[in-house]
C-alpha cells in the first residue's frame, strides 16, 4: 500500500517513515517497535498499513482485553 494523500487534510506531502510508536492505554503504556506508517507533516495525520495495524494490536492492552471476554 503506498499512500498518495493525506487521508485527513489532504496534503500530498505525506512520507512514509519507520519507527516505535508509544501510546498508553488507561495508564498502561506500551510499544510497538519496527512499524512502518505514513506521517503528514502538515497535520500530524498517521496512517498505519494492515501490516501494522496487526502489530498494534497485538501489544494493545486494549485488544488483549478484548481477546481476554471471549
Ligand atoms: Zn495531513
Known amino acids: 500500500m503506498d499512500i498518495k ?7 500530498s ?9 508509544s ?5 498502561e503504556s506500551y ?3 519496527s512499524l512502518t506508517y505514513h506521517e503528514c507533516p502538515d497535520c ?3 496512517a498505519y ?3 501494522a495495524v496487526r502489530k498494534i494490536q497485538a501489544k494493545s492492552p486494549a485488544y ?3 481477546l481476554a471476554v471471549r
Open 44 to 46: 500530524g495525520e498517521r
Open 13 to 21: 506531502r505525506i512520507k512514509k517513515v519507520r519507527g516505535s510508536l
Open 23 to 27: 501510546r498508553t492505554f488507561e495508564g
Open 64 to 66: 488483549r482485553k478484548e
Open 49 to 51: 498499513e494492515p501490516d
Open 31 to 33: 510499544t510497538v517497535p
Open 5 to 11: 494523500h493525506c487521508p485527513s487534510c489532504g496534503s
